[in-house]
């Protein structure tokens, strides 16, 4: 009879610290932090780019480190809402034209923060011949978005409301700390020097 009660409250016990487990909130560590090197479409093209290669990382600054092929070591305590472009692309050493380049950040919360999706680039970003998108956001990120940045001369950061860059847009420009009528709506992404 002991034995039966003790092997009750054992399952009690191990059904309890799943519930806790199950029920505890998402924090700082279960944030992940992606990205993707893209190739870019012609100029006016209606396609996508190509994603070549996508990882995802524990931390803010391991991403970017990865992302720039070590090019940009941030500091682990570095907070993703201070990056701006310098910091990124010109003053964390040499940019060639087969260095990786950042020229947008996805964010989860507004205020850039929470987990992120950077989209990197080789070369140097947009310009007036230059242009990247995605038709449709990676695993995990479709209607998620809430804030966005864009870098590398990507003045022009569109988020769609569908693929294929259908339905309502929002324009980042290159900095968008709410995503407004589209907060957790994109679906589709399209960088550009010029509108």
């Known amino acids: 009879m002991k ?20 029920a505890r909130p998402v924090g700082e560590h279960n944030k992940l932090h992606c990205y993707a090197l893209i190739g870019p479409i012609e100029k ?18 391991d991403s970017i480190r990865a992302a720039t092929n070590g090019r940009v070591q941030l500091n682990s305590s570095t907070q993703p809402e ?41 070369g140097s970003g947009c310009s ?10 990676p695993s995990g990120w479709d209607n998620r978005v809430s804030s966005a940045r864009g870098y590398s001369n990507c003045n022009y950061f569109y988020h769609y409301q569908n693929t294929s860059y259908g339905g309502t847009s929002v324009v980042c420009n290159t900095d968008c700390s709410s995503m407004g009528s589209l907060d957790n709506a994109t679906s589709s992404e399209k960088w550009t020097y010029t509108p």
Do not use: H
């Open 3 to 22: 034995k039966k009660s003790s092997l009750f409250f054992l399952l009690i016990g191990l059904f309890l610290v799943f519930l806790l487990t199950a």
């Open 44 to 61: 006016n093209g209606n396609g996508s780019s190509r994603i070549i290669k996508k990882e995802c990382f524990a931390n803010f600054a």
């Open 82 to 122: 201070t990056v701006t472009d310098e910091i990124l692309n010109f003053s964390s050493g040499e940019v060639s034209p087969s260095s990786q380049v950042v020229i947008g950040i996805d964010w989860d919360n507004t205020n850039f923060g929470g987990s992120s999706y950077t989209w990197v680039v080789s």
């Open 128 to 137: 007036s011949s230059t242009q990247y998108s995605v038709s449709s956001m």
